[in-house]
């Protein structure tokens, strides 16, 4: 397959297009800018375009040579939100689908994978929520839902879409585990809040083996929670971390502190989603790390 990946430069994607690649697939980037292409040089085989995808312009032009379409491309959450971070957080998530989308020729039978979060569901509390779950309505919930919305308008032109709801990503060089074990390995670890909020995860070798699933599986359309069946509440998962490290996680980050320092942010740390991935087991896809000890255990080495 011919295959582009937007936000292909990052920390999912850069390990995703070595996997593609390895498997004999056709990889173009989308990366920010010319610094973040040049880091995937070493892959080879790999065409890289700097773009700002939230604009129109030349790089749309690729995506009707393409067979499948792979959006990863967002604003890091990890931020005080301003009213300008939140700004861009929505920008480069909406705007780059939308160019997307309205770059794929009418009547194309390409596919289009769109990156979407857990957090659609916003403050799940207690209840087991699969893909027909509704969604919630704070800040983060309505980015997904417009994020989806403009992902979906490719079905409108003959493409399948699916929609990839991902949880917390652990992966070794990067990402959330890459930040969260810093404090853990200095001791100053421990659960946020309350620890009582459910904490959706997927290990990243787990994630990219879905997102080549849901390549190959013709069938396989409409939303998908990539989020590991063995979903733990918070204090559990500052417990499996620290007790693989060898820390303790003794010291709770109280939530009046999280929301005093980060705000709105601070506040949605504090809520959960008992996200479970009813949608790819049910079309046969199994995961390699299905509970967190193992899961841990591999990226801690």
Same mark, same amino acid.
């Given at each position: #397959? ?12 850069? $390990? ?13 980037l989308i990366g920010r800018s010319e610094k973040s292409c040049a880091r995937m040089a070493s892959l ?5 375009? /700097? ?7 030349? *790089? !749309? @032009?690729?995506? &009707? +040579?393409?067979? /499948? ?25 909406? @705007? ?6 309205? &770059? ?5 039978? #390409?596919?289009?994978?769109?990156? $979407? ?15 027909? $779950? ?12 417009? *994020? ?8 409108? @032109?003959? /493409? ?11 992966? @070794? ?6 930040t969260m074990k810093t404090p853990f390995q200095l001791g100053l670890g421990g659960p946020i809040g ?6 959706? *995860?997927?290990? =990243?070798?787990?994630?990219? $083996? ?5 390549? /190959?599986?013709?069938?396989? !359309?409409?939303?998908? +929670? ?49 996200a479970l991935p009813q949608a790819l087991e049910k079309r046969g896809f199994v995961f390699a790390y ?8 591999? =990226?801690?080495?």
């Amino acid at each position: #397959m011919n295959i582009l990946i937007t936000g292909g430069t990052g920390f999912v994607g850069s $390990s995703l297009s070595k996997a593609l690649l390895a498997t004999g697939h056709e990889v173009t980037l989308i990366g920010r800018s010319e610094k973040s292409c040049a880091r995937m040089a070493s892959l080879g085989g790999v065409t890289c375009i /700097a773009a700002d995808t939230t604009q129109p312009g030349e *790089w !749309q @032009k690729t995506v &009707a +040579n393409q067979d /499948a379409l792979i959006n990863l491309a967002g604003r890091s959450v990890f931020a005080l939100w301003t009213r300008s971070a939140k700004e861009a957080i929505l920008n480069s998530r909406i @705007k780059t689908t939308r160019n997307l989308v309205d &770059a794929i020729p009418d009547g194309s039978n #390409m596919i289009l994978l769109s990156t $979407s979060a857990a957090g659609f569901y916003g403050d799940g509390g207690e209840k087991e929520l699969s893909e027909e $779950s509704p969604s919630g309505q704070d800040f983060l919930a309505g980015v997904c839902r417009e *994020w989806e919305t403009e992902a979906k308008r490719a079905n409108e @032109k003959g /493409a399948r879409v699916a929609i990839m709801r991902f949880g917390v990503v652990l992966g @070794k060089k990067g990402g959330a585990l890459a930040t969260m074990k810093t404090p853990f390995q200095l001791g100053l670890g421990g659960p946020i809040g309350s620890g009582r909020q459910w904490f959706p *995860w997927i290990h =990243l070798d787990d994630l990219i $083996s879905a997102i080549q699933f849901l390549l /190959a599986c013709k069938e396989c !359309q409409g939303p998908f +929670n990539f989020t590991s069946p063995g979903v733990v509440r918070q204090k559990e998962f500052a417990r499996a971390l620290a007790k693989e490290l060898g820390r303790p996680a003794i010291l709770p980050a109280p939530a009046s502190m999280m929301k005093l320092f980060l705000g709105e942010f601070g506040q949605s740390l504090l809520k959960g989603q008992k996200a479970l991935p009813q949608a790819l087991e049910k079309r046969g896809f199994v995961f390699a790390y299905p509970t967190l000890e193992k899961a841990l255990h591999e =990226l801690c080495q």
